[in-house]
């Protein structure tokens, strides 16, 4: 372009540069070419898809699952059934132990077995509720590596389970033990099937879909029925804990009486940890008035503090406990409302804190009982439905004068 005298003018001249066209410089070899900035369309948000993983086969994560539930509540059985037999004169070798343990496991999952022409039905409940967290696991497990759907992996659970009952059962008869192969069958296979439900269902998060369906005052009545069963199964525990350090002596007696060394002794303190919550569950009905069946039991430390008569004089105040276990579930259940709430609504809730500790009492009481032997000894821990009972009307009336007292704190505080 050729410049006249008349272009020189400095602002055409920068007009002419302006009005030039933007050519596009090219990228690197291999990139698309970008548009100007203002040229840009504006980017849509847009949720990601989910990603698509991939889905373990059912049978194969629940196999796996079963087998490692069973092994580790079979362990703790074996190790106590081997410690255990240490105390007898004559020690069993190796396969009359593996054959004392499987009735021990099979025991623990309520089937009842004979020892020795003796039917023996006292489920240890330590063992039981271990077995049965870890069956809740498994069918947690298998819910989110398989991602079926509950009722399948609850089936596949309790097909495999039932399976292992009666191989277990099928070992461990003998001459000395004699099980039920058809009830270790369906026992197993039922208890499996309701643990892994449980578990699969939490796993899922179906659980907490249908509590959050509940109304909110109804969840409040069963928090409040579900703490207050939990501290009467906690105030019998702590009972027998003082009851068994006040007759240490004859505890002590007791485990020095067996002419075994540290690993015997030790069986038979694990022996008692095992049947610990059967205690607890027999001391809570002490303390509620209702008391338990119990003629004779084994010469084991964990029976030395139970009681040989009714309360009387001051320690019939301990019959207020239920009372007093509804009073603190009330207040510390209505510490979450967060506004205070009307005398009906506390009623209400309280209505259903009765009925929820009693099934939950109930349940404790009826599988805590079983039998050492026939006639008297055959309702070994018995406590009978007045436990529920009793212990569910206290419970109902503590929470309510509980949320009561709460509510009258609160609104005097404001």
């Known amino acids: 372009m050729t410049l006249t005298p008349d272009d020189m003018d400095t602002g055409s001249v920068h007009d002419d540069l302006a009005n030039r066209p933007t050519v596009v410089l090219p990228g690197p070899r291999g990139s698309r070419p970008q548009a100007p900035p203002q040229a840009r369309p504006q980017a849509r948000l847009r ?75 006292l489920v240890p409940l330590a063992i039981s509720a271990f077995a049965f967290w870890r069956v809740a696991l498994a069918g947690q497990s298998t819910a989110r590596a398989s991602r079926a759907h509950v009722g399948l992996v609850a089936g596949t659970i309790a097909i495999g389970y039932g399976i292992a009952g009666t191989v277990a059962a099928v070992l461990a008869n003998d001459r000395s033990v004699s099980v039920s192969v058809p009830r270790a069958a369906l026992t197993l296979a039922a208890f499996g099937g309701i643990g892994s439900l449980i578990g699969a269902s939490a796993g899922v998060g179906l659980v907490w879909h249908w509590w959050r369906r509940l109304p909110a005052i109804i969840q409040a009545g069963v928090r409040t029925g579900a703490v207050a069963a939990v501290l009467v199964l906690a ?37 008692c940890l095992a049947y610990a919550p059967n205690v607890s569950v027999w001391a809570s009905a002490y303390l509620t008035g209702t008391g338990f069946t119990l003629a004779g039991v084994p010469q084991v430390p964990i029976f030395a503090g139970l009681p040989s008569h009714p309360a009387n004089g001051a320690a019939q105040l301990l019959l207020l406990m239920p009372v007093a276990a509804g009073v603190v579930a009330g207040i510390l259940v209505a510490r979450r409302m967060r506004r205070p709430q009307p005398l009906w609504r506390l009623a209400i809730a309280s209505l259903c804190a009765g ?25 070994t821990g ?33």
């Open 47 to 121: 949720p990601l898809p989910p990603r698509a993983g991939k889905r373990a086969p059912l049978v194969v994560v629940a196999i796996a699952n079963t087998l490692w539930s069973i092994a580790a509540s079979l362990l703790p059985v074996l190790a106590i059934v081997a410690a255990v037999t240490l105390i007898a004169d004559s020690k069993p070798g190796f396969t009359p132990t593996i054959r004392y343990a499987l009735a021990g496991w099979l025991l623990a999952h309520g089937v009842p077995i004979a020892l020795g022409g003796f039917p023996v039905a």
């Open 235 to 271: 105030a019998g525990a702590l009972a027998t804990g003082i009851a068994t350090a006040v007759a240490g002596s004859t505890a002590s007696q007791m485990l020095h009486g067996y002419n075994s060394g540290f690993i015997g002794k030790a069986g038979i303190v694990l022996l």
């Open 355 to 379: 009925p929820v500790a009693a099934i939950g009492l109930w349940i404790a009481g009826d599988v805590a009982a079983g039998s050492l032997g026939s006639k008297l000894l055959a309702h």
């Open 382 to 414: 018995d406590v009978g439905w007045q436990f529920s009972i009793v212990a569910g009307l206290g419970i109902a009336v503590g929470a309510l004068l509980g949320m009561l007292t709460f509510g009258w704190f609160r609104r005097a505080g404001n």
